[in-house]
């Protein structure tokens, strides 16, 4: 959306401007936050459709991808050639759409812009900078909420309004001289005792640095004690690997912590060094202040750069009074608000209090049942977790995440019958371009429904095409065409094309023997089994399928000794291969 737009409407529902001679900070708009997972979520509406964006002062400007572009009726029209988005796991195409039908938070926009491209983000998309960088922000994701401010006269004032006598840090932020927009909150921190510049983004999950900038302070991932932690994901169609390691203090403003754990990555972030991500936002309230490019900061509580401080203290050395003195709740959203908030931080017993508080005052809202039954899964309770899923069904029928979510518990329990009914109620409720069709084409391959599987894969496929998550997709349109016999040029495509995207993944690898199997490529589906059991030796299907082959080439003893192997780590290891007439 254009900034006049906004800044028109902004004026609009602020009150008329106080005198300049004293500082005075007057609230525009409040977005209720509730945390999924590590996300901030906000509320907001297309029309009279429903839709839930994550909230990312990383992003320069609010994007939706193009499935939920589609699934929202937007008209996406292309981007300049040269403009691509890019972020973690490179960069994507992009296009451009407008709407004026969106709402946010109940606040209704005019003409609101969006960039068009990128990975799914198990949202709608992001809420970015066009909007939150128009005025300036408090961010109080301790409390659930974010509020747009429009400040006067506050050029030498501290904006830590809330604090009282309570300490706060100030940091200065870049900006540009004559107080035009500028799309990230970049700010100069110190690391190990330099100076590094950290964006702060809400839309990260984690804290996260560059290799080349943790090299420049002498550490790599061959450094003791680092440890790698897997690969992540982003924007582009690649996954990135990811390590942990310890440094010696990191100081935001005064505020020093000593020993954090910060996870470093294989990325470009243009003028920055660091990504501060959620685990400061959860933590901290802050104030930024995008007309004087300053930030006020004060520390509430709770773990962050993988420490949980028992005695914190400010700069001078005093201890610091973490008394939570926000208002207690008094509604089934605000209860439903801060149990997310601290399921975030991994308090569930306070979390689980919260949810109840929430559903006593709310009881038919199954949106309240739900949060607490992955707070219960998440606290070991898997008995209450199953009955409020069933408990949200009952309330929701169409609710497709509750439906998934006690497909895979049914599943795990062996009832198929019913992990079957919530995954056709699931489908039903999708809309064809939806994120979760990935999920869903994966429970009816576990479901033995490779016919149900594939059409899934497929809408997922065409909807998603630059997403990071193609890899996956792809492996699985593979494997549902080499157990159907279906399509074998086709599907070793998708193998090759999902081995490009995730070198060295078992799973492909073993996909990709099936359909040389199915070809009669005895010799290659041989080199993919082995290259499949050199990284997962412990695959049963893919030492069975092994033995299978060893078969075929007359080496009666080694396949043998596969199947043995196979049906000692899973005795049903060969019922697949005879269901689908691979072995007869």
């Not at 759409?97 to 005019?110: H, Q, R």
């Not at 050395?317 to 207690?328: I, N, Q, S, W």
């Not at 869903?440 to 599987?453: F, I, K």
């Not at 023997?513 to 990284?535: F, P, S, T």
Request: proline share 5%; charged share 25%.
């Amino acid at each position: 959306m254009g900034a006049t737009s906004l800044i028109a409407l902004l004026g609009a529902l602020a009150a008329p401007p106080p005198a300049a001679t004293k500082c005075q900070a007057e609230k525009i708009a409040e977005f209720p936050i509730t945390m999924a997972g590590r996300s901030p979520m906000v509320d907001a509406r297309f029309g009279d459709r429903t839709a839930r964006f994550i909230l990312d002062s990383g992003a320069f400007y609010s994007t939706i991808s193009r499935a939920s572009a589609a699934e929202f009726g937007l008209k996406v029209s292309a981007a300049p050639p040269w403009f691509r988005l890019q972020g973690i796991g490179g960069d994507t195409s992009a296009g451009i759409a407008e709407t004026d039908t969106f709402s946010l938070a109940g606040i209704k926009l005019p003409k609101v812009g969006f960039i068009v491209g990128g990975s799914d983000t198990g949202s709608a998309g992001l809420i970015g900078q066009n909007i939150l960088g128009i005025a300036d922000v408090e961010y109080d994701l301790p409390h659930g909420a974010v509020r747009l401010m429009k400040t006067n006269g506050c050029a030498r004032a501290g904006l830590a309004y809330w604090a009282g006598d309570k300490p706060f840090t100030m940091v200065e932020l870049e900006g540009r001289a004559d107080g035009a927009f500028r799309p990230h909150t970049v700010a100069t921190v110190m690391l190990n005792g330099v100076k590094i510049k950290a964006l702060f983004d809400s839309g990260a999950q984690s804290s996260l640095l560059s290799l080349a900038t943790a090299k420049r302070l002498g550490i790599t991932p061959n450094t003791p004690g680092v440890e790698f932690v897997g690969n992540g994901g982003g924007l582009g169609t690649h996954s990135v690997p990811t390590w942990l390691a310890t440094f010696d203090k990191i100081d935001i403003g005064g505020e020093a912590i000593n020993k954090p754990r910060i996870r470093m990555s294989q990325l470009d972030l243009g003028n920055a060094d660091m990504l501060i991500g959620v685990d400061f936002f959860l933590t901290h309230r802050m104030f930024v202040s995008n007309t004087n490019h300053r930030m006020f900061i004060t520390y509430e509580g709770g773990p962050v750069f993988g420490l949980s401080p028992k005695g914190a203290r400010s700069v001078d050395g005093k201890p610091l009074d973490l008394t939570d003195k926000a208002a207690e709740p008094t509604t089934a959203e605000e209860y439903s608000r801060r149990g997310a908030t601290y399921a975030s931080n991994h308090k569930l017993t306070e979390a689980l209090a919260d949810f109840d508080k929430a559903i006593a005052l709310s009881p038919k809202e199954s949106r309240y049942v739900y949060q607490r039954a992955m707070a219960r899964f998440a606290n070991g309770d898997r008995a209450g977790s199953f009955a409020d899923l069933d408990r949200a069904i009952s309330l929701s029928p169409d609710d497709a995440d509750a439906r998934l979510q006690r497909a895979q518990f049914r599943l795990h329990d062996g009832n198929e019958t019913g992990a079957r009914e919530d995954v056709k109620a699931a489908d039903s409720a999708l809309a064809p371009s939806s994120d979760k069709r990935l999920v869903l084409a994966s429970l009816y391959d576990r479901l033995g429904s490779p016919e149900a599987a594939l059409p899934n894969f497929d809408s997922w496929l065409a909807s998603h095409p630059e997403d990071s998550s193609r890899g996956i997709a792809l492996n699985g349109r593979c494997w549902v065409r080499g157990l159907l016999n279906r399509d074998l040029d086709k599907a070793m495509d998708d193998c090759n094309a999902a081995l490009r995207a995730m070198p060295r993944d078992a799973s492909i690898l073993d996909s990709r023997a099936l359909i040389r199997v199915r070809r009669g490529e005895w010799k290659q589906a041989m080199a993919d089994y082995n290259a499949a059991l050199a990284i997962n030796p412990r695959s049963a299907w893919s030492l069975y399928m092994r033995g299978l082959v060893e078969a075929k080439s007359g080496e009666d003893a080694q396949a043998k000794a596969d199947r043995a192997a196979a049906i000692a780590i899973d005795p049903k290891a060969g019922d697949r291969a005879k269901k689908y007439g691979i072995e007869k």
